[in-house]
């Protein structure tokens, strides 16, 4: 036996395994794509081929893709994430991470792939090496006739993706093959082939099984990994299942209902005129006139509606609503009246807990993907020099990297979607801040789980630097408070008068203010002439540099006429008045009460 036939083997083997798998997909994406027919042959009239109620399993799929698809935060971290060293080499890796991502355009294709993770119970991240831009990029595919095998651990095996294709698109693509797909006397032209596409650690293959296994690519893989990432949805037993596997029969009795319903009502505007047998005159339209001794006998023929099937009407459509676990509060449907946000959580919750669960499967299935794309970079293109743009968390770079030193053998990935996956950012928020108010958690671990994007590390030093112009800021105005104070003292208040002005003028030539500060308050250098002697330093700074007492100081270190265990008390150590007010009553009497107050910024 061949190679390629022991393939083809292997292939029909996972096939027959996966057949009821393949079957569900399928009629979900019948079903959500109006094609009933191919499930319920006959079930619906000519006159109305399509279901005429809501596409209930469509609006939930696409009401759920739309809350898990946004990307999650990706962050790099380091050995030692406490040098500045490692915050750079962490900070550049989680720039490239980030670069893979958006030149795969994964942001669009994440809400393809949160839709069929939901749809399906599956999703497949393909890792292709793109040889004339030298990075890896990132593919989602469509779970639909794919079959991975996995090693003990879980780890992709070998991955087969099977599909149709016309025969000319075939020929077109393969022209080296043309006589072999289309046949000799070319009878095949529109005819549909199918298309296996195999890989695993060592080959990249495609062929025609209806072709005799022609042969269309056969490239060796030099990565000697399947560069295949599965995101499977949790199940009971080892089988995948979609979350609407079992919906689709309640879909479809509803819509079968609704057509019963519409039938029985055209017949009932249909229906025929009962007259008695005295009338001989039949008068039509709009003040039509029919005489007749017995006029409560004439009327129409009606069919009687069972009260019974508008109560399964609204049974099925409760049931199709829990089978999807779409609340009502998702599309503003209430029941009842909804006093406080605490009811709406309520009932939001089923859908906040499948929303994370949705998420942390596709994060772990990320992680894994962007740890293969750090070692397929680092394999391929090891000393290439590669500029990158893009945004990361919310911030622009543009810098430039290699490989092999920038990523050095660190592939890890931390991706997150926050312990607060599943709530809403207003609740996310809030949490957050009331843990980071009790000293819960670190700044740097909230600025991580904020739910928005912001580059961590970048935000932080952007943060000093404005908390230490502030701080700048706040000095100089207290040097211009003082300025009465100096006055007083018989001091010269123009300088600073004329250094405030000078920063004011090139703060409007828009120059930073730390650049400002620098300039306006930089000591000014009093000339000396040439070859005249450095003054001499005076005797009390002698004094003090040679460890000595500072001028106006005793020996202790305190002033003069303050005696030890007085410094900061007033003259011959008496007490303030405020500490004498806090040790009396308002009678005079000595109060012997204490009181501790404690509080933590938030």
């Not at 651990?153 to 393969?174: D, I, P, Q």
């Not at 009327?299 to 049974?315: K, L, M, N, W």
Request: glycine fraction near 6%.
């Amino acid at each position: 036996m061949t190679e390629i036939e022991e393939i083809q083997r292997k292939l029909e083997a996972l096939r027959r395994k996966a057949s009821r798998r393949d079957k569900r997909m399928r009629d979900v994406h019948d079903v959500r794509a109006g094609d009933v027919e191919t499930i319920m042959p006959g079930a619906f009239p000519d006159a109305w081929p399509k279901p005429v109620v809501a596409n209930y399993i469509d609006l939930a799929a696409r009401s759920l893709a739309e809350i898990i698809a946004p990307l999650p935060s990706i962050n790099c971290s380091s050995g030692n994430m406490t040098s500045e060293r490692g915050k750079n080499f962490a900070s550049k890796r989680t720039k490239i991470a980030a670069s893979y991502v958006n030149d795969s355009n994964l942001k669009v294709q994440m809400a393809q792939a949160a839709d069929w993770y939901i749809s399906y119970g599956q999703v497949a991240f393909i890792i292709e090496p793109d040889f004339e831009s030298k990075v890896p990029y990132i593919r989602v595919e469509n779970p639909m006739k794919t079959y991975p095998e996995y090693d003990i651990r879980g780890r992709v095996r070998s991955y087969a993706k099977v599909w149709r294709e016309e025969a000319h698109s075939l020929a077109a693509k393969y022209p080296q093959h043309t006589r072999l797909i289309l046949g000799d006397d070319d009878q095949n032209y529109e005819a549909k082939l199918e298309v296996v596409k195999y890989c695993d650690a060592d080959r990249y293959l495609m062929y025609l099984p209806e072709r005799n296994n022609t042969i269309l690519d056969d490239i060796p893989n030099p990565f000697k990994k399947v560069p295949v990432v599965i995101a499977s949805r949790p199940s009971f037993d080892d089988d995948v299942r979609g979350q609407f596997d079992d919906v689709i029969w309640v879909q479809l009795a509803r819509a079968r209902m609704a057509l019963l319903a519409m039938e029985a009502t055209e017949k009932t505007v249909g229906a025929p005129l009962a007259l008695p047998t005295d009338v001989q005159k039949v008068s039509f339209g709009k003040d039509a006139t029919i005489r007749s001794n017995s006029p409560e006998k004439i009327r129409y023929v009606g069919i009687d509606v069972p009260q019974a099937t508008f109560s399964e009407s609204a049974q099925m459509q409760q049931e199709i609503q829990a089978g999807t676990r779409l609340p009502a509060a998702r599309s503003g449907d209430l029941d009842a009246s909804i006093i406080t946000g605490k009811g709406v959580q309520a009932l939001m919750g089923g859908f906040d807990s499948q929303v994370r669960q949705a998420q942390t499967m596709l994060g772990r299935a990320l992680e894994q993907t962007l740890m293969l794309c750090f070692e397929m970079d680092e394999k391929f293109w090891p000393d290439t020099k590669k500029l990158i743009r893009g945004q990361v968390q919310g911030t622009p770079f543009e810098e430039n990297y290699i490989a092999g030193k920038d990523i050095n053998g660190s592939h890890t990935v931390d991706v997150s979607y926050g312990f607060a996956s599943g709530l809403d950012p207003s609740r996310a928020l809030v949490f957050l801040l009331q843990l980071r108010g009790d000293q819960d958690i670190s700044r740097d671990f909230l600025q991580r789980q904020l739910p928005m994007e912001i580059d961590v590390a970048q935000m932080q030093a952007q943060i000093d630097m404005e908390q230490t112009t502030d701080a700048l800021k706040q000095g100089i105005f207290a040097m211009l408070q003082s300025m009465g104070i100096l006055a007083q003292q018989g001091a010269d208040p123009s300088d600073l008068l004329f250094r405030s002005a000078k920063l004011i003028e090139l703060r409007e030539k828009g120059k930073s203010m730390s650049e400002a500060i620098m300039e306006a308050f930089a000591p000014k250098e009093t000339p000396q002439p040439k070859g005249a002697p450095a003054e001499p330093a005076p005797a009390d700074a002698e004094a003090a540099a040679a460890g000595g007492p500072l001028p106006g100081m005793q020996a202790s270190g305190l002033p003069f006429g303050v005696a030890p265990g007085q410094a900061g008390m007033g003259e011959g150590g008496r007490p303030d008045i405020q500490t004498i007010l806090a040790g009396l009553t308002s009678s005079g009497q000595p109060s012997m009460s204490s009181s501790v107050k404690r509080q933590v910024p938030a």
